[in-house]
């Protein structure tokens, strides 16, 4: 990479999500030119208000704690750029070209923090029914605050079983059903579910309504019941196309696999956040892309001559 090529940033981070802001604002306070871009699809947006990040007693909204990233990355002069980026190129010297308005960009440095898109139920109401709080996707997250609820895990297949025997932690009275097609699961599984005394429906959910206060519920049989929270356990989408046109190694479940600095199978290329293979949480998120900020800036430092032999 020839030094005096000027116009090359220092880093483009693809997601302004928890992770690429997080990376955004510690770049921005290592004095380092970068770009970050963000197609406007953060996953965080969808929670009403989480209860188990750090730092907030009394919860905070997803799209809160979004804005006051925004504000302390802009504070250090960092405003995303809007666009969805679907293709990077590899340059052969070092770095990486990419998608920015309508024209392109380079960067020494690539993160990766594009998320993923969580499985919903194809039933009507669902858009609804997350923004008010009714339908959840982690049991991580809010457990706690669903403890003494009647609670309904809808799914296909073992993970509904599985977030099941999570929430007994909390709650006594659980069901799970299938979303429109029928159960996937063996005889081993619902006889624990019976042990559990975990109800198990036999028809499909056909259809919901309600909010925050609780929902009512149709079966494709035609019966009805009710629930005071519903959970999805459809599982997640990476948001990985970019990943996989840049050749990276990956999980089993098309997630990013990186190493203990966040670093891809390719060089120069970075990951942080959901998209990667491990824990979804936005402390995690955070944590991934502060210590990848942090990796990068130290290369960047060596590269410079800034630094001392090990």
Request: charged share 25%.
């Amino acid at each position: 990479m020839a030094a005096a090529d000027t116009d090359m940033l220092d880093c483009a981070i693809v997601g302004g999500g928890p992770a690429g802001l997080t990376a955004a604002i510690y770049l921005a306070r290592f004095l380092r030119r970068i770009v970050l871009i963000d197609g406007g699809e953060s996953r965080a947006s969808w929670i009403p208000r989480s209860h188990n990040h750090p730092g907030f007693p009394t919860g905070i909204g997803g799209r809160e704690l979004l804005v006051r990233l925004r504000e302390q990355a802009a504070h250090h002069g960092v405003t995303p750029e809007p666009g969805a980026v679907t293709s990077v190129r590899a340059l052969e010297d070092g770095g990486f070209e990419l998608p920015l308005g309508a024209g392109r960009t380079r960067a020494r440095y690539l993160l990766l923090a594009t998320g993923v898109k969580d499985n919903e139920p194809d039933l009507p109401g669902v858009t609804e029914a997350m923004r008010s709080g009714l339908l959840r996707q982690c049991p991580i997250c809010d457990g706690y605050e669903a403890r003494g609820k009647k609670i309904l895990i809808i799914g296909r297949d073992l993970r509904a079983a599985g977030e099941a025997l999570f929430l007994k932690r909390f709650s006594d009275d659980i069901a799970i059903a299938p979303a429109v097609t029928p159960w996937n699961l063996d005889e081993d599984t619902l006889d624990k579910m019976r042990v559990a005394d975990v109800r198990v429906a036999a028809s499909p959910l056909a259809a919901f309504t309600g909010d925050e206060n609780g929902a009512q519920l149709t079966y494709a049989d035609g019966s009805t019941d009710t629930a005071d929270l519903l959970y999805s356990a459809l599982g997640i989408t990476p948001r990985s196309d970019v990943a996989r046109r840049l050749e990276l190694k990956m999980s089993d479940d098309n997630r990013i696999l990186t190493d203990p600095h966040q670093r891809t199978s390719r060089d120069g290329c970075y990951a942080a956040g959901d998209v990667v293979t491990g824990l979804n949480q936005i402390g995690v998120a955070m944590a991934q892309a502060e210590i990848a900020a942090v990796d990068i800036h130290n290369r960047l430092r060596a590269a410079e001559g800034f630094t001392l032999p090990c």
